[in-house]
């Protein structure tokens, strides 16, 4: 069975500013998947629209 895994991240936000450490943590995250025999797909600080077209992608490619 394949194993897929979409991680995404954002850590920009307009009206609260930049977190700190979200976009290091979601590539860790991305890369313990990876180890653990994952394919993954990994985004940061997506607009909604883009937000919305890899998320039905990902779906798409589970199919």
Known sequence: M????LVIVNGDYQNTG???NSVN???DIASF???V??????FSD???DE????????GLELF
């Open 51 to 58: 937000f919305w077209e890899e998320v039905e992608n990902f």
């Open 2 to 5: 394949k194993k897929e895994a």
């Open 33 to 35: 998947l990876k180890n």
């Open 25 to 27: 943590d979601s590539r």
């Open 18 to 20: 930049k977190l700190r």
């Open 46 to 48: 997506l607009e909604q």
């Open 37 to 42: 025999g994952f394919s993954v797909s990994h």
